[in-house]
Every structure is written in structure tokens, then in C-alpha cells.
């Protein structure tokens, strides 16, 4: 069974940073594709990020290319999301998702960024 829990999520001024991070279980983690999706108050899923099984080959959505950071430790089935500059705009809740935007994902952790 798919087992993804988020964490690091908090409020954090306009330019502060954060590092968000993923526990994963219950699947082949070194051969997953995972991504970062968010969703602001009042809008749609949006992808974030994503990064192939062997960390090799990683995407940025232009909202957060050079801002962003994905990256993963497979022997700990770890992924993670390390934020810099970070923006108002960048405000809502992360998850991390399985193989696409769209694939299982967990609870998510929230972000805050604001005065």
C-alpha cells in the first residue's frame, strides 16, 4: 500500500526559506518518478517539481526554476523539496505525489509565507 507523508511545512516570511520533506513506503521507491504538487486557497492542483527514480533528470514548473530544489535519498525513501526566496505566491499546501502530478500522494504539509 502507497504511504506518503509530508512534513516541514510552517510560516515563513517573504524571502525566508524552508525544506520540505517526504517519507515514502509500501512501493519501489528507486523506480518511481516523484513530484511536488501544490494547491493555493482557492485554486486548482499545481505541479511544482519533479525528479526521475534515479535522481538523475529533474523538472521545475517556471513559477519556481532557481528558487526550488527537488531532490531524493532512495536508500532512505526520502524526497524533498528545498525552498529559497521564497514568495507570498508560494503560499499553500505541498504533496509529494507518486509517478505524475495526478498520482497518489499524502496529507500534504502547508506553507505559509507571509509578514
Known amino acids: 500500500q502507497v504511504q506518503l507523508v509530508e512534513s516541514g511545512g510552517d510560516l515563513v516570511q517573504p524571502g525566508g526559506s524552508l525544506r520540505l520533506s517526504c517519507a515514502a513506503s509500501?512501493?519501489?521507491?528507486?523506480?518511481?518518478?516523484m513530484n511536488w504538487v501544490r494547491q493555493a486557497p482557492g485554486k486548482e492542483l499545481e505541479w511544482v517539481a519533479g525528479?526521475?527514480?534515479?535522481?538523475?533528470?529533474?523538472k521545475y514548473a517556471d513559477s519556481v526554476r532557481g528558487r526550488f530544489t527537488i531532490y531524493r535519498d532512495n536508500a532512505e525513501k526520502m524526497l524533498y523539496l528545498r525552498m529559497f526566496r521564497l514568495q507570498r505566491s508560494d503560499t499553500g499546501v505541498y504533496y509529494c505525489s507518486k509517478d505524475t502530478a495526478q498520482g497518489a500522494r499524502g496529507q500534504g504539509t502547508q506553507v505559509t509565507v507571509s509578514l
Open positions: 509500501g512501493f519501489s521507491f528507486s523506480n518511481s518518478a
Open positions: 525528479i526521475t527514480g534515479d535522481g538523475g533528470s529533474v
